[in-house]
């Protein structure tokens, strides 16, 4: 193999690949152990050490607990430059249990499960660095890659305290993927968001014999809810606004003395979160005002919107076409038709339709395809913290066919493929992409300064800034502890 890519053809990656076909059984163990624990977001232990145990049988050096979160690490092989980071995810996420099979049936009730497939998405990663480290190894190139155990992406946090403690800084790129029901590459962009919990305190009383004694911290929640709905409608078209209340309340003879709301406000552009959380603050003051309450706020987190590199997705795309779609069996078609069944009606049509994907996929029930990008500048309503990464060093991210086409993010659908050999397929094909376009970016200093120059391009001049108050430390009771 050459030192670089000739004429836009992709020279890295056979030895990768073969590492990865050779290893499919295990890392369709890891992946499923992965999917076992199903573990929420900062209480990744197991998933976490398992990730970071098998790096370090490899010979990676691992350091663990970076940036103030027990289940955060990161794993170095090489030396030198260029550097090139890989980003995983493990987390799980609540209430959403459910066994390998294509009807709703729970492991154990209202237990945690991988709904947006992060057992995966942290396996592949994990393929993909052991089998560019072997093509390193035979083919004696120089580098460094680096492995990123990011945790609680569900609630954006790992990354963007990774990124806040300079984590990322010295990467020439970072590449990721996300399992999906499409091999395509991402893009588009997508919300920034601030995540934070508004706390309400009032007074207790007899809520039948006193009930002018009491100033109800519920009623101040209630109210902010109802003024929050109201600005729905004087706010940015692709602006989303959404919350769980978190506590309301003991029981309902006694005024409640204290209750609490958690928020999501998202936004195309960091500045727009900005702008739109203040005036939630506002209604926050004015729902205390209402009821003779006090109030405090805790930022739990803060993202950016993602930037996703053009140069770096060409050679992400470029391998999913060399390497093709996964070749599903019929048994694996007639798991993926059978979760159809329990689809709503209309589901998958408008999956597709408001992803802009191609129509023709309303004939397939797993994708045997490899799309051509269709997102290009298109605002993605969720949110991730890779963005943030994005702001600090070209990254690039893609999909990979996982589960079955018009499913449900975050559904027991998901949860279902996720544990079973169409996840495991897909896998493999992330793995080996991000082994093909880390190779390439470790042979080929071209493409590194093209996607460099685009990135500063991009970021015209702005540096990136934690959106997170420097005093803030990572939110590790955020969720619940699980069972």
Known sequence: MGDKTHGGMLVSGETAIKWVNDNYRYLSDINDRIWEFAEVGLQEYKSAELLASELEKAGFSVQRGVAGMPTAFVACWGSGRPKVGFLAEYDALPHLSQKAVPFQDPVRYDAPGHGCGHNTYGTAVLGAVLGLKHEMEQDRLGGTIVFYGCPAEETLVGKVFMAREGLFDDLDCALTWHPSSLNVVSLGTSNAMNSAKFTFFGKAAHAGGSPDQGRSALDAVELMNIGVNYLREHVLQDARLHYVITKGGGEPNVVPPEAQVWYYVRAPWREDVDAIYERVRKIAQGAALMTETTFKHEMLVACYNMLSNRALSDVMHKALVRLGAPEWSEEELGFARKLAESFSP??????????????????????????????????GHGSTDVSDVSWVTPTAQFGTACEAIGAAGHSWQTVATSGMSIAHKGMALAAKVMAITGGEALRDPELLKKARAEFEKTLGGKKYQCAVPPEAKPPLDQLPKQG
């Open 346 to 379: 209309g589901q998958k049509e408008a999956s597709i339709r408001n992803s802009g994907a191609p129509v023709e996929l309303l004939d397939q029930a797993l994708h045997t395809g490899i799309a051509e990008p269709f997102d290009k500048d298109k605002v």
